[in-house]
């Protein structure tokens, strides 16, 4: 199966950490969410390109393992990776690294699915995103 990766990378911030001075584990998701943009930004699939195919993709589901701690000023790299389904949804995995020692920090997988500006779900995949899927050979 074809994949389709983004790399991007944060630093962390002072206000991300809790009281014992990591990361505290609901920041986590705001990751992710540096790892979507970043995605949709190279390949044309960000948030505003699918909003104005009149459509929204809200998460249904955020699954994370957690794997070691970050602390404040650490940075980060967060890969991105599309997995290609046949349902009208959109999964991504993630890996979460600690740049300083390469180590992995979380994993991750989200799940989009698509609703019509009526707040509808839709079963069927949007021609956009048929033809965005075929443009990259997925």
Do not use: C
């Not at 990766?5 to 920041?27: C, L, P, Y």
């Amino acid at each position: 199966m074809k994949e389709l990766i983004s790399t991007t990378t944060t630093k962390v911030r002072f206000s991300e950490v809790d009281a014992m001075q990591i990361v505290w584990h609901g920041n986590y998701v705001k990751f992710l969410e540096d790892g979507r943009e970043a995605f949709g930004k190279q390949y044309g699939l960000g948030y505003y390109d699918v909003y104005n195919q009149g459509f929204m993709i809200p998460i249904v589901k955020v699954d994370i393992d957690y794997k070691n701690q970050v602390k404040y000023g650490d940075e980060l790299e967060i890969k991105t990776i599309f997995r290609s389904v046949d349902a009208a949804k959109i999964y991504f995995n993630y890996e979460i690294r600690r740049l300083s020692d390469n180590k992995i920090v979380a994993k991750a997988t989200t799940i989009q699915v698509f609703l019509d500006n009526n707040g509808e779900l839709q079963l069927t995949n949007p021609e956009f995103y048929s033809q965005w899927k075929t443009k990259y050979g997925l």
